[in-house]
T-cell receptor, first 112, second 109 residues
């Protein structure tokens, strides 16, 4: 099925560990996004990539890095996880100029 | 002040009731989205609006650009409609989505 695929779905990390969240879309979209969702707050943009080879900071980029590996894939890396990064992470994609968005199923990350 | 405000935050309804969820925003927008999120699940796009009204099954979404307000209506509500409904706007200046905090709907049988 066409859409956005995120892995893993669940992850528990110890403080200081690193990990990469993977995201891939098969809709040939130019733009991809990483959001985090915390209780009582709306989704917040971490990083986005308007096209292959470009990335930009969003509202809450500290503690994260991203890579737009190719047009399909956009990964999010936590170099040294902190408890404040416990959250649900969503990847999304859209076609530039087409304002419709498709979201992945989310990654629930717990940092202990 | 949040740029996108939803009301109510929580809503409990009896099966069959007509439901309205409201969204007000304070920025210029290119479009507005209504999204649905089931517990433990991903986010699904229900509607994208830039003007007027859209209908899909029992769901109706309206937007008033002049008043910077949108509503999501559910007719003949059903327990399977229980979810969090999220309003998000595409900021004309930033080009990115700005999200409301969501409205948690519970429909009792």
């Amino acid at each position: 099925n066409a859409g956005v695929t995120q892995t893993p779905k669940f992850q528990v990390l110890k403080t200081g560990q690193s990990m990469t969240l993977q995201c891939a879309q098969d809709m040939n979209h130019n733009s991809m996004y990483w959001y985090r969702q915390d209780p009582g707050m709306g989704l917040r943009l971490i990083y986005y990539s308007a096209s292959e080879g470009t990335t930009d900071k969003g509202e809450v980029p500290n503690g994260y890095n991203v890579s737009r590996l190719n047009k399909r894939e956009f990964s999010l890396r936590l170099e040294s996880a902190a408890p404040s990064q416990t959250s649900v992470y969503f990847c999304a994609s859209s076609e530039t100029g087409d304002l419709g968005y498709t979201f992945g199923s989310g990654t629930r990350l717990t940092v202990v | 002040k949040n740029e996108v405000e939803q009301s109510p935050q929580n809503l409990t309804a009896q099966e069959g009731e007509f439901i309205t969820i409201n969204c007000s925003y304070s920025v210029g927008i290119s479009a507005l989205h209504w999204l649905q999120q089931h517990p433990g699940g991903g986010i699904v796009s229900l509607f994208m609006l830039s003007s007027g009204k859209k209908k899909h099954g029992r769901l109706i979404a309206t937007i008033n650009i002049q008043e910077k307000h949108s509503s999501l209506h559910i007719t003949a509500s059903h327990p399977r409609d229980s979810a969090v409904y999220i309003c998000a706007v595409v900021s004309r200046s930033q080009g990115n989505l700005i999200f409301g905090k969501g409205t948690k709907l519970s429909v009792k049988p």
